[in-house]
Nanobody, 114 residues
Framework: QVQLVESGGGLVQAGGSLRLSCAAS????????MGWYRQAPGKERELVAV???????DYAESVKGRFTISRDNARNTVYLQMNSLKPEDTAVYYC????????WGQGTQVTVSA
């Protein structure tokens, strides 16, 4: 069974940091592109960061220089290090991959207070 399980969300003050984790199972993790998305209330889900099987990365303009995506293939886990958080980063963050079809985790809430 293909599964993605996010953790690490929470409440943080503006300027603070959080690290999100996404534990993957049920597929050959090291071969897959992994992504982090987020969805704020009343807004569409948007791509935050993506990492390829070769560890190439790409970021949304709004998070460049503040967020870092990484992967640990030995642990089947992808991370999102979020620094210098802003209130506008408040959203539910989702882990994503494609195994024939799109696979999503359950999401983890990140709330940044002003």
């Amino acid at each position: 069974q293909v599964q993605l399980v996010e953790s690490g969300g929470g409440l943080v003050q503006a300027g603070g940091s959080l690290r999100l984790s996404c534990a993957a199972s049920g597929f050959i993790f090291r071969l897959n592109v992994m992504g982090w998305y987020r969805q704020a209330p009343g807004k569409e889900r948007e791509l935050v960061a993506v990492i390829t099987s070769g560890a190439d990365t790409d970021y949304a303009e709004s998070v460049k220089g503040r967020f870092t995506i990484s992967r640990d293939n030995a642990r089947n886990t992808v991370y999102l290090q979020m620094n210098s958080l802003k209130p506008e980063d408040t959203a539910v963050y989702y882990c994503n991959t494609r195994v024939g079809v799109e696979i999503w985790g359950q999401g983890t809430q990140v709330t940044v207070s002003a």
